[in-house]
Structures are given as structure tokens and as C-alpha cells.
């Protein structure tokens, strides 16, 4: 399995609506790319202000999520809820 | 619930030993802290190598595994797998 998360650092002077990101947001990108669901996290100490992990069946799964008709549509609803910019990591789950 | 994550940054000249990570660490971690399990990311793409994702009950839950007694032995487990200095996050679970 493939998890594919997505971390927002923390950024002087930049916003989050972190009910947006786990009522709209999220949600719009669980259904685009036929999930069961994703895990999102709200930063409490370190270096990010939030994060979400989705779980994909295979690298090919992830690659074809990414290049689906809807991902244009969810990568301009960002502008909706924060203006940082997210790191991207993408990791093989071996236990 | 709480997730705590650890993530090891790329780093020039630092190895990283993955099979010791996940048969040997983590399970001594899991084990000193009571936990059921964790989640155990091997990097493909992006700034990390590796990664592991804790879940406690309770901000308080973790602090106790922090200040446990057996929690000096898994700090000093790490030598044995890698120099790379982790990246410490603890995020609350909100969906």
C-alpha cells in the first residue's frame, strides 16, 4: 500500500481553515478519487499546522488518482482554505 | 486521539537502516509504550526516507510513554539505524 500525505508547514502570517479542510475539502478529494476515507490531522506541536494521509492500493493506483478529470478541481480548492504551501511525501507502508 | 509522528529527513551521507526500523525499533517502542501498533512508512517521493505514526489516546497518554521509564532505551535505539536527526510531530486526529 501507498500512503500519500500531504503536510502544511507552519508560515508566519498565512491562514488555515481547518474546518473547511476537514468538511469540504478532504471530502472532495476522498470521493474524486474513489477513497474510502483519509486521516487528518490538526498540528498541535512541530512543524506543521496540518496534514492529511491517504492510503492507495498501489503506486499505479496513486498515478492515476493524480491525473484524473476531477484532481484540477481539487488541487484550486486549496486557494479556499489556506495559502501555505503543502509538502508532498509519497511512502510505501511496510508495517 | 493523538497521533504522534516521526520523520527522518533525506540527508547527504546518512544511511538508514529499514529492516532494523521496522523489526527491531519500532516494535521496542510499541512495546515500551503499550501501544496495540504503528504505522511504519518506508519514502518513495518527497523529503522523507522514512516515518512512523503513533496514536495515543490523550495528549496525556503520550506524555506519560515520553516520561516513561523505558523510553531512554528506545532514544538510544535509534544510533542503531541511522545519524539522520528526526522531525517530531504531534498533530490531534480530527478526522
Redesign the interface.
Known sequence: M??F?VFYPSTEGASFD?DYY?DKH?PLAVKTWNLEG???????????V??V?FVFES?EALAAAMSAPGTGDVLADVANYTSIAP?????????
Not at 38 to 48: H, L, S, T
Not at 87 to 95: A, D, F, K, M, P
Open positions: 501507498i500512503r500525505s481547518h476537514r478532504v483519509a486521516e487528518i490531522d490538526r498540528g498541535v506541536d512541530g512543524p506543521y496540518a496534514a494521509h503506486p509538502v508532498l511525501q509519497t511512502s510505501e507502508v511496510v508495517g
